[in-house]
């Protein structure tokens, strides 16, 4: 070793010396202080059978929420044509109102004792959502494959609710009924009304209007 590299090593051990404390203690593993699908109970006045019922449906149902919210970002980035501009900000919105629910929902499965799923390769796992093509797709079939995806969550939603009251877990059957559905349904109908073909010019009337009849 050159004296030149051995003074630089000597002047930082010199400029660590008494900072052992400080420093941040790297690399650390441990068992898991829980595994996915068990249960740590919380006093909340719900029994484990009724947490349980609702940890799985929400497990789920937030599996097919953030893939919903990925596939409403990956619109918004690769949509293209004359309408790209408004379909530009709105899957960005839902995007957001979306990545709002995902997070609701994975704290209540939190709070009733569970485990939240997280990780991209775990959703991929889970989802009951068709997984759309890498590439680009014109927006009236982004916009058909958002909404299919909407029906599905819809559909499991309103099951799960119903489930929530018959266990007599009312938080779980609020969340879902307030913001799963409710927030879906909205989204729906915004939408829904991009895939009507009302022309932007020449409206019916004054096409029959010009034509004299
Ligand atoms: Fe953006």
Known sequence: MSTKKRDVG???????????????????????????????KLPIALDETACESSINNLNQILADTMTLRDMYKKHHWQVAGATFYQLHLLFDKHHGEQDEMVDTIAE?????????????????????????????EEAPVQISRLLEAHEFILKEARTMAREASEVGDDGT?????????????????????????????????????????
């Open 173 to 213: 059957n609020d969340l879902l009924v307030s913001d799963i559905i409710r927030g879906n349904e909205l989204q729906v109908w915004f939408l829904s009304e991009h895939l009507v073909a009302v022309p932007l010019t020449h409206p019916e009337q004054a096409k029959v209007a010009s034509s004299g009849s």
């Open 108 to 136: 209540r499965i939190q709070l009733l004792g569970g485990v939240s799923i997280a990780m991209a390769a775990d959703v991929a796992e889970t989802t009951i959502i068709p997984r759309p093509p890498r590439g680009r």
């Open 10 to 40: 000597t002047r930082i051990s010199q400029l660590e010396d008494g900072t052992q404390r400080a420093k941040p203690i790297l690399h650390q593993h441990a068992r898991e202080i829980q595994p996915y699908g068990k249960i740590a």
